[in-house]
């Protein structure tokens, strides 16, 4: 059974302003992420060449399957001076065991329609640096694609 899209820009509001105790993972309308997005993307980072180079590898697919751009919340630094990025996130998941590849692959691919996770008041998820393998706690979650936002 396909996950209900939701559409309601006040309730994913709602759960912004007033987090879950967990983390909160669902699909919505394109209209909502944008919606969502244009709210919370201020000062991201957009990914570079090499970056989008990496992750379509890290992925098994072509780049020019990603939906991007890929923009990643100015927070986004490791103790090495690296700035993460979605490859730095997507090898963390792989790694953790939170996502498959394929998954991952399908959303950020906008095979799988749109998604946003909202950060529950729990969420302690570090990203490992692909550089230098830190893994890092951030206060917050900001970093999104065409078909996937985490805020």
Known sequence: MAAAIVVDHQAVLGLL???PTKTKTMRVS????????AKFNKGFREMT????DALAAALGVDAKELRGPFLMGPEYVCGCGRQLSFVDVVGTAKKTGHHSNTILADILCGRAGFWLT?????DSRAVECTACHTATSFGSHNYSSRTYAYA
């Open 118 to 122: 909202v950060a529950g008041s729990d």
């Open 30 to 37: 394109p209209e909502t992420l944008q919606f969502v997005q």
């Open 49 to 52: 060449a090499n970056e989008l």
């Open 17 to 19: 302003d007033n987090r």
